[in-house]
């Protein structure tokens, strides 16, 4: 069972290491060939974010991976409703193992975009996050246990 540990910053956000490469096409009816294609994995900053239903990206993460748009979605905000860009992603959570680098993905998101910040690339929603078990103690740690 991979475990993504860590400390609640300052500002009381859970950030991780997270990898996300664009999710892969399929294209029904094609003859299979014998060369498997490969995909750039990107390492990134992830916020758990458990008000959050949605997984979403920072735009200028989305440019960098050479994500395209899958079209639009409405989402509402705390003063109004905007447009925002949907994609199609491949997230996973980095974690180490006893000493080893490990790297754990989920199912494939479905995810927009939002205003880039400096903080973080990759906003976690409880899309993925139910994907696991997650536990925060009064001592300031996490505990995000993935099957």
Request: with cysteine; proline share 4%; charged share 20%.
């Amino acid at each position: 069972m991979a475990t993504v540990t860590g400390v609640v910053d300052a500002h009381r956000r859970l950030i991780i290491d997270v990898a996300l490469q664009p999710a892969p096409v399929v294209v029904h009816g094609v003859q299979p060939h014998t060369v498997v294609p490969t995909s750039q994995v990107s390492a990134l900053r992830g916020l758990i974010d458990t008000g959050a239903t949605k997984t979403c990206i920072s735009r200028s993460a989305a440019k960098q991976i050479g994500l395209r748009p899958r079209g639009k979605l409405n989402l509402g905000g705390v003063s109004s409703i905007e447009q925002h860009n949907r994609y199609r992603f491949v997230l996973g959570a980095l974690y180490d193992d006893k000493g080893a680098r490990g790297y754990y993905m989920f199912d494939e998101v479905s995810g927009v975009d939002f205003r880039d910040n400096g903080d973080f690339d990759v906003l976690i929603g409880m899309d993925v996050i139910a994907q696991g078990d997650l536990t925060l103690t009064r001592a300031g740690t996490f505990t995000w246990m993935l099957p």
